[in-house]
T-cell receptor
């Protein structure tokens, strides 16, 4: 049972245009959502996050939108740059006793930004 | 901010051999520590997490074990590797007032032959 789903395994966009990466989740206990960027043979790099009490968070070229009723979030990158080409993972967090939070990851979307 | 070190970066081991992967964290104290595995073409699967020295929680039954001998040291081990243990192993930590966000190390690529 996949609790976090990224239904598009890949996405290709032109440099300068907007990239929209989507993520759906099923567990209502998730209360914090994160996006990570990953290059091959490297660890994921944290990009941006959003609490379940918000519907939008913006950081430079990156904006994350959360629609709790639809259990859907998206990452917008604008303008897209060739250096943004990487695998993007959506992750959802739930408290797991005390100070521990467990992350559940989607399978990732490979973004290719063409010059 | 914290820095996570993992070694080795790459490892090729025969089936049945033992394994020890090490993760150390700098720049924070009392972190929560995590071991993940990414198999080829798949997402990240949580294997173990630890909220303190000697405290280990296992997420999935498997051929691996974890230990935390010091506050900022996390070790992933196996007594006998299986072919299915091949993958990319990632250590992560969260700390301070932002426990919801995990930061990852560079990873160890393990190939079991």
């Amino acid at each position: 049972d996949q609790q976090v789903k990224q239904n598009s395994p890949s996405l290709s966009v032109q440099e300068g245009r907007i990239s929209i990466l989507n993520c759906d989740y099923t567990n209502s206990m998730f209360d914090y959502f994160l996006w990570y960027k990953k290059y091959p043979a490297e660890g994921p790099t944290f990009l941006i996050s959003i609490s379940s009490i918000k519907d939008k968070n913006e950081d430079g070229r990156f904006t994350v939108f959360l629609n709790k009723s639809a259990k859907h979030l998206s990452l917008h990158i604008v303008p897209s740059q060739p250096g943004d080409s990487a695998v993007y993972f959506c992750a959802a967090s739930e408290r797991s006793g005390g100070s521990n939070y467990k992350l559940t990851f989607g399978k990732g979307t490979l973004l290719t930004v063409n010059p | 901010s914290q820095t996570i070190h993992q070694w080795p970066a790459t490892l090729v081991q025969p089936v049945g051999s033992p394994l020890s992967l090490e993760c150390t964290v700098e720049g924070t104290s009392n972190p929560n520590l995590y071991w993940y595995r990414q198999a080829a073409g798949r997402g990240l699967q949580l294997l173990f997490y630890s909220v303190g020295i000697g405290q280990i929680s296992s997420e999935v039954p498997q051929n691996l074990s974890a230990s935390r001998p010091q506050d900022r040291q996390f070790i992933l081990s196996s007594k006998k590797l299986l072919l299915s243990d091949s993958g990319f192993y990632l250590c992560a930590c969260s700390a301070g007032g932002q426990q919801e966000t995990q930061y990852f190390g560079p990873g160890t690529r393990l190939l079991v032959l």
